[in-house]
């Protein structure tokens, strides 16, 4: 059977993901569906003793992150405000019956001016600035709810949400939009042409939007392109926001899929040339970075 010397959670909205950790390397991984929103709060423990109890000996240190913290998680962790370090002193012990359990879980990070937080994004740029040492500049976290952050001398100094990735879902899923824009394909010089319109005209995004419509209705536009478009549309509009953060910045997109491409030729439009960089591998080097923070102070 493998034994863990600890274990790597990265617990969302939707998903559990696990890594058992002999040291830093990775002897084995699991994954369920299991997410914050599937679960009450006498419920998390059981579903991660059903991911990781072959791996479990006297007692396993599980370091966790995102949103099993949040108030509706296992225990809320409570944010830090920036500045301060991704991983500030946010880190509290979620209450467990199994005796073999000890869980740390990760606080998040917010700002009081303008209003913001996050809650799972901190580990990921722990991790990447520990891969990265003495990188500063901005990190864009592409998603459902994406980050733009500002990292400097090893800190979060600022940062902004934009809610693009959930206004894609509900504009292509729920919105008339639904008709005319597919899943699945893409055209990229849609996607470019997009981006260029709504960074010069973001003020005509809604006209835009359901111009996609009647292009389909009138000129048989294909969903494929409609899809690129919308896409564009929207990225287009949050770089326009985010100008402040990304210009003239060493830049860095956490992501290793479509999206973080997406971003990344969005950017490269207006000359940012942007390093990607495996969200997940983030993730674990950024829960790694925890362990040996509570080591040292335990």
Not at 8 to 36: C, E, F, H, Q, Y
């Amino acid at each position: 059977m493998t034994r863990a010397d600890w274990i790597a959670a990265d617990w969302g909205t939707t998903n559990l993901r696990v890594w058992a950790m002999k040291g830093g390397s990775v002897i084995d991984t699991a994954k369920s569906d299991a997410g914050m929103a599937q679960l009450d709060r006498d419920q998390f423990e059981a579903a991660l003793l059903a991911l990781i109890a072959p791996w479990l000996s006297d007692t396993t240190p599980v370091i966790a992150c995102g949103m099993v913290g949040a108030r509706q998680g296992w225990v809320e962790a409570p944010y830090s405000a920036v500045p301060c370090m991704p991983i500030a002193n946010g880190v509290v012990l979620a209450t467990s019956i199994d005796p073999r359990l000890r869980v740390h879980v990760i606080g998040g990070l917010k700002q009081e001016k303008p209003a913001d937080v996050m809650r799972g994004e901190e580990t990921q740029i722990a991790g990447f600035l520990a891969l990265n040492t003495d990188w500063d500049g901005v990190i864009c976290l592409p998603g459902t709810h994406t980050k733009w952050v500002h990292v400097s001398a090893g800190e979060i100094v600022s940062f902004q949400t934009f809610m693009t990735g959930e206004q894609f879902n509900l504009l292509s899923g729920a919105s008339v939009l639904r008709h005319s824009v597919d899943a699945k394909g893409w055209d990229a010089q849609a996607f470019e042409e997009a981006v260029s319109d709504t960074l010069s005209r973001p003020e005509r995004l809604a006209a835009y939007l359901f111009n996609l419509r009647a292009r389909d209705l009138l000129h048989g536009q294909s969903k494929d392109t409609a899809r690129a478009r919308l896409s564009g549309l929207l990225i287009g509009a949050e770089l326009g926001a985010a100008r402040p953060f990304w210009l003239g910045q060493n830049v860095a997109i956490l992501g290793a899929d479509a999206l973080a491409k997406a971003y990344s030729d969005a950017l490269q439009l207006q000359g940012v040339h942007a390093t990607i960089a495996d969200a997940e591998r983030m993730t674990l080097a950024g829960l790694q970075a925890a362990y040996r923070q509570i080591k040292e102070t335990t």
